[in-house]
């Protein structure tokens, strides 16, 4: 019995040796991705497949989002042999119905549904707003990120659409998807050795909630003419800036117009900014 008792107090004794390795790993790995996001001077989103000019100028950024499943491996290796950063596309609030894979294997469950049991659809994106308290769908998600992220090498996930909870649930319904995507995102950090996480809009959702665990965050039209002298989009600016020196979360804009003084506004705040006068439509390399 004296044995017994040994030989499990030494097996427990080795699991939290193994769990504080794997989190001191994981912590060293966040501040060093954290240190690299922080000299990031240029970055370019693009959602498309690769060709050769294509791959020779990713290498030259510092950062750039890619649609794993068009982008080509060759492109992101080349890259990242070159010191780019890779980070990988996913959508989290929503579910596209052209990523037919993971769109079959989706249940009724996992869609979110409104009072009257209605989904909600965007017909500009073809694609269906999710649940993210379904554990089902962040099952799916976590498999899709293995399978387009982890093992394809990139240096972090970008999940999209996280905004969608705030700008189209009903506020009493927000708690709950914002704390579903909390786990999501922990789930993420404890699954993939502190895989590098960054996410689009939902800057309450950053505030409240994902801070921590988010190395960067992405506003989209950051446009002089939009928030250049809104007051909402001010105060955001400052509370990012907060954000930033407490937690280490990048801010990376967008600019869809007025590119000089959308950049300028940007720098003011040590933002990094990215023009597209194409607006939100990333498909074609700029």
């Known amino acids: 019995m004296r044995k017994l008792l040994l030989t499990i107090t030494t097996i427990i004794a080795s699991l939290g040796i193994w769990l504080l390795i794997s989190s001191n790993q994981a912590a060293k790995s966040t501040t060093s991705i954290q240190a690299k996001l922080a000299d990031v001077k240029d970055y370019k989103y693009y959602l498309d497949a690769g060709n050769d000019k294509i791959g020779k100028e990713m290498a030259k950024i510092d950062l750039v989002i890619v649609e794993p499943i068009e982008l080509q491996q060759k492109y992101i290796d080349y890259a990242q042999k070159n010191g780019t950063l890779i980070y990988g596309y996913i959508n989290a609030m929503e579910a596209d119905k052209w990523n037919s894979e993971l769109y079959s294997q989706l249940k009724e469950e996992d869609f979110y549904k409104d009072e009257h049991g209605e989904k909600m659809y965007f017909s500009e994106w073809d694609s269906y707003l999710m649940d993210m308290t379904s554990q089902h769908y962040q099952k799916l998600l976590l498999e899709e990120i293995q399978k387009q992220i982890v093992q394809k090498g990139l240096d972090g996930v970008f999940l999209d659409t996280v905004g969608n909870i705030n700008s189209y649930l009903p506020e009493n319904e927000q708690e709950a998807q914002n704390k579903a995507m909390l786990s999501f995102i922990k789930a993420i950090k404890q699954q993939y050795n502190g895989l590098s996480v960054a996410q689009n809009w939902g800057f309450q959702t950053l505030a409240d909630y994902t801070a921590p665990y988010v190395d960067f965050i992405m506003w989209e039209n950051f446009s002089y ?25 990048q801010i990376m804009t967008i600019g869809f117009e007025d590119e000089e003084k959308s950049r300028t506004l940007a720098e003011k705040y040590q933002f990094k900014f990215f023009y597209s006068p194409a607006g939100s439509y990333y498909n074609t390399w700029q």
């Open 225 to 249: 003419d939009v928030v250049g002298e809104d007051e909402w989009s001010l105060d955001m600016m400052e509370q990012l800036v907060e954000i930033r020196e407490k937690s280490g979360t």
